[in-house]
Nanobody, 123 residues
Framework: QVQLVESGGGSVQAGGSLRLSCTAS????????LGWFRQAPGQEREGVAS????????QYGDSVKGRFTISRDSAKNTLELQMNSLKPEDTAMYYC????????????????WGQGTQVTVSS
């Protein structure tokens, strides 16, 4: 059973950086996806970044390209999201997610979710 626990959220001023981490247990071996999503109050959940293992193919949402970087440390069993040049519109609850095939993950179709960590960016 896949279990995901996020950490690293917090408050930062616009232009600053934060690094989110997700401990991902039970993901097994072979091919799978891990990703980050976010949801602001009153808005739909948005795909932020995905990484497809073991090839480490990545995908980013248009609003974060060039500012966010997703990475996977299989030895430590963690998924990271480095967020730079943060903007107030990045304020949201951020969720770690696990998925199966790349064809589904590339469409932001994931099946297992963590509890989320809050990111707040002030202007």
């Amino acid at each position: 059973q896949v279990q995901l626990v996020e950490s690293g959220g917090g408050s930062v001023q616009a232009g600053g950086s934060l690094r989110l981490s997700c401990t991902a247990s039970g993901v097994g071996y072979g091919s799978y996806c891990l990703g980050w999503f976010r949801q602001a109050p009153g808005q739909e959940r948005e795909g932020v970044a995905s990484i497809f293992m073991p090839q480490r193919v990545t995908q980013y949402g248009d609003s974060v390209k060039g500012r966010f970087t997703i990475s996977r440390d299989s030895a430590k069993n963690t998924l990271e999201l480095q967020m730079n040049s943060l903007k107030p519109e990045d304020t949201a609850m951020y969720y770690c997610a696990w998925g199966g095939t790349w064809s589904r993950c590339s469409r932001w179709e994931y099946s297992t979710w963590g509890q989320g960590t809050q990111v707040t960016v002030s202007s």
